[in-house]
């Protein structure tokens, strides 16, 4: 069974930080694309970052280029994403899901989600 359970999420203040995880079972971690996509409350889900497992590639969202950072432990099968300078409009749910690719419409397994919330 595939399972994506993400965690960290929680209330921070404008300017911190909080660090996101993703992790993965039931399926090849190591080929595998893993992708942050978040939802705010009235707003379409928007792809926030993505790793491809297969060769290091990483995807950043113009909004939270060098303020986020993804990375991938193989060896935990988890993904975090470091969040820095936190904003409020970062403030969203905040979904991980894994596929072939980094392209959204490959995203073929889903997390439940993990609530970011920033207080200005």
């Known amino acids: 069974e595939v399972q994506l359970v993400e965690s960290g999420g929680g209330l921070v203040q404008a300017g911190g930080s909080l660090r996101l995880s993703c992790a993965a079972s039931g399926f090849t971690f190591d080929n595998a694309a893993i992708g942050w996509f978040r939802q705010a409350p009235g707003k379409e889900r928007e792809g926030v970052s993505c790793?491809?497992?297969?060769?290091?590639?990483?995807y950043y969202t113009d909004s939270v280029k060098g303020r986020f950072t993804v990375s991938s432990d193989n060896a935990r099968n988890t993904v975090y994403l470091q969040m820095n300078s936190l904003k409020p409009e970062d403030t969203a749910d905040y979904y991980c899901?894994?596929?072939?690719?980094?392209?959204?419409?490959?995203?073929?397994?889903w997390g439940q989600g993990t609530q970011v919330t920033v207080s200005s």
């Open positions: 790793i491809s497992n297969s060769d290091g590639s990483t």
């Open positions: 899901a894994a596929g072939q690719t980094c392209l959204r419409s490959q995203m073929k397994y």
